[in-house]
């Protein structure tokens, strides 16, 4: 055993290593977007890779006497890119349709204003998802939760095709969000109010 317990930084008494969380053991679940939930499913079983939220806030420079101080302005979330596989029933696609045709309908030229249930503007077309990292157990226990609301497509790359390559056709999504927020197991969101940790 003093194998799994020589390596590591030595604090407060303990040289034990911490497990990493690993860039393969992810899900991402995507809520309103599109109309069919068959769909969605169906699209996060081909998800490829993802990003993680990333936040940038503008530099405020308050200048004074001989000095200059900085204090942070307003934030942006920065896009995240989705890479999902092409299947053959043409579900990411279908979903991925739905999504921009909701965005507008590029037939007719027309953005709607209301949906079925009456949702102005945004509330329209905007979905929600979450970016969940698991444990890799057969039960896919949840480690953390990033959740991103008022999202919608602003770009979409189809992909291309090759005679000379066995490569899978893959679709590429932009996503642009209004905000995000993070849980970890104990769903604490750690970036609201009240939760320093």
């Not at 053991?25 to 079983?45: V, Y």
């Not at 503008?58 to 890479?83: L, Q, R």
């Not at 102005?120 to 039960?139: P, V």
Request: aromatic fraction near 8%; glycine fraction near 8%.
């Amino acid at each position: 055993m003093a194998v799994t317990t020589n390596f590591g930084v030595p604090v407060a008494g303990t040289v034990a290593t911490l497990m990493p969380k690993l860039q393969y053991r992810f899900r991402i679940n995507f809520t309103g977007m599109g109309s069919d939930a068959g769909t969605r499913t169906a699209s996060t079983q081909n998800v490829i890779s993802a990003g993680r939220p990333s936040i940038t806030h503008e530099e405020v420079i308050v200048d004074s006497y001989n000095s200059k101080m900085y204090v942070a302005g307003k934030h942006t979330w920065e896009p995240i890119s989705i890479v999902l596989r092409d299947d053959v029933n043409s579900n990411v696609v279908k979903l991925v349709g739905d999504q921009l045709r909701a965005q507008l309908d590029h037939t007719s030229q027309g953005a709607g204003i209301t949906n079925a249930e009456g949702q102005i503007s945004g509330l329209a077309y905007k979905f929600n998802m979450s970016i969940e990292t698991l444990d890799g157990s057969s039960t896919a226990k949840v480690i953390d939760t990033w959740t991103l609301t008022g999202c919608y497509l602003s770009n979409v790359q189809y992909g291309d095709l090759n005679y000379g390559t066995s490569d899978m056709v893959q679709v590429t999504a932009q996503v642009r969000y209004d905000n995000a927020s993070h849980a970890v197991v104990a769903d604490t969101d750690t970036l609201s109010t009240g939760n320093p940790s």
